[in-house]
């Protein structure tokens, strides 16, 4: 089994920067991918970022919608994924879950059910 726990969410204005942290703790994986999804209050869920780990490499992907404002790392010394939210809109309010794909396969970063293990979820809300 494997734990996430993610921080970091509050209430910023527009144009303010967030940054939220996924604590992972439990099984560990040669590779796996971590993402970063949200949900508003009303939509589906959808992918915003995410990175696949390897032994010697972290490949990331991003929403088109956020591409250029946030950016997905690892902090090894921490043992955490974090995203960086900057230049948040009222249009990034949403719940922020992290998630671990324990098999990461090509092209699947977008994709919920590729998801095995994820986070309780942050609150994130931009006002205007």
């Known amino acids: 089994q494997v734990q996430l726990v993610e921080s970091g969410g509050g209430l910023v204005q527009a144009g303010g920067s967030l940054r939220l942290s996924c604590a992972a703790s439990g099984r560990t994986f040669t590779s796996y991918r971590m993402g970063w999804f949200r949900q508003a209050p009303g939509k589906e869920r959808e992918f915003v970022a995410a990175i696949t780990i390897t032994w010697n490499s972290g490949t990331t992907y991003y929403a088109d919608s956020v591409k250029g404002r946030f950016s997905i790392s690892r902090d090894n010394d921490k043992n955490t994924v974090d995203l960086q939210m900057n230049s948040l809109n009222p249009e990034d309010t949403a719940v922020y879950f992290c998630?671990?794909?324990?098999?990461?396969?090509?092209?699947?970063?977008?994709?919920?059910?590729?998801?095995?293990?994820w986070g309780q979820g942050t609150q994130v809300t931009v006002s205007s």
């Open positions: 998630a671990v794909d324990s098999n990461p396969r090509a092209g699947t970063y977008y994709y919920d059910p590729s998801y095995d293990y």
